[in-house]
Structures are given as C-alpha cells and as structure tokens.
C-alpha cells in the first residue's frame, strides 16, 4: 500500500490536513499513517459521497463547491477518464486559502490508471487556475526522495505537491503544453 512506503511524505504532508479534509478515492489500508484529522471521501464507488470526478458536478456546487479547507488527491485523478473535468471538479472544492494536496505518477507507471500526468501540466493548471504551489518534491515507486522524472527516465516516479488556492476564479482554463523537451517556451 502506497501509505506503507511513503511515511516521510505522509509526515511532511501532516501539517496541510484539516478537520474539514476531503480525501479523493476511499483508501482502505493505511494502517502506518494516521491522518491527524477525520474526513471525508468522495468515491464513485463507495465514500462519503458517491460522485464521479470525470462528470460535470455543477448540479452538486450547493454541496461541494468551495466547501473544503483540505481536499486530498492520493492517487485517484488519474483514474478518471476526463482529467481536466476531474482536477476543475476537485480544485473547485477548495476554499479560498484552503489548500490542495495531490499525490500523482508521473514517470513510468504505464499500466497504472488511465494517465500518467506530467508534473509540470499539474502545476501549470493549479497556477493557471488561482493557486500558489506551496511545497512539490518527487518520490520513486519506493518512497524515496528524488529528482523530477526526465524523458525516457525509465523509473517510476510520484509527484507531491501542496497548492494554496489564492483566488478565486469564474471560468477554469485549461492549460496547454507549456514546456518543449522540457524548456520553457520564450
């Protein structure tokens, strides 16, 4: 279970959990980690609430829009078909200077969900849409810490990140590719 392996970033990751959290996907086993907090789940398949992140949830706002001082994606978003209908569904939850956590492979997890995001996309959509990144760091499949994936890397890598949502935003963008070959465009 990726909680069994991942302590360090669980423990750096304690001090963003809120008594009002909500955990994107049920986790089942996270028997060496405690959250310090009770929360929530959104699961299509048997949470709290039982939405799908790949819908529009415009029906729900009056329950989950900007409802959440912490929302936690460990692993779920790239699960869901649609992903960008799925990061604006979870982002929108956040309140104004609540924050996101997301946890998401990045390098070598094919076979794993349906994508395998690039980390600079996650970060160019949370900027692009009124969050600041507040913390980032790369682990491998292990657990331990390590430098952001390059092409063709060949190891598995997960991408952790902390966003504050600073502003609040009437339409979501979606970002483009921002980088080539990792270069920023001028």
Not at 2 to 22: A, E, G, V, W
Not at 141 to 168: E, H, I, M, T
Request: glycine share 10%.
């Amino acid at each position: 279970m990726i909680t069994n392996d991942h302590l360090q970033s669980f423990t750096r990751l304690r001090k963003y959990c809120h008594p009002d959290m909500l955990m994107l996907g049920r986790q089942t086993n996270t028997s060496s980690f405690r959250f310090p907090c009770e929360y929530k789940t959104l699961d299509l398949d048997g949470g709290d609430f039982k939405l799908d992140l790949g819908e529009d949830m415009a029906d729900e706002w009056g329950l989950h829009c900007e409802a959440w001082e912490t929302v936690f994606n460990l692993g779920t978003l790239e699960h869901v078909w649609d992903a960008h209908q799925a990061y604006v569904n979870a982002a929108s939850m956040v309140r104004l200077n609540g924050h996101f956590i997301g946890q998401s492979p990045v390098a070598g997890w094919e076979g794993h969900g349906i994508h395998v995001t690039d980390y600079k996309m996650i970060q160019a959509f949370f900027i692009g849409n009124g969050f600041r990144i507040e913390d980032a760091w790369c682990t491998t499949q292990a657990g331990n810490d390590c430098d952001a994936p390059k092409r063709n890397g060949g190891k598995s890598v997960l991408y952790w990140f902390v966003a504050r949502r600073v502003q609040l935003n009437a339409e979501w963008k979606k970002p483009s590719q921002v980088y080539t070959n990792g270069v920023k465009p001028s």
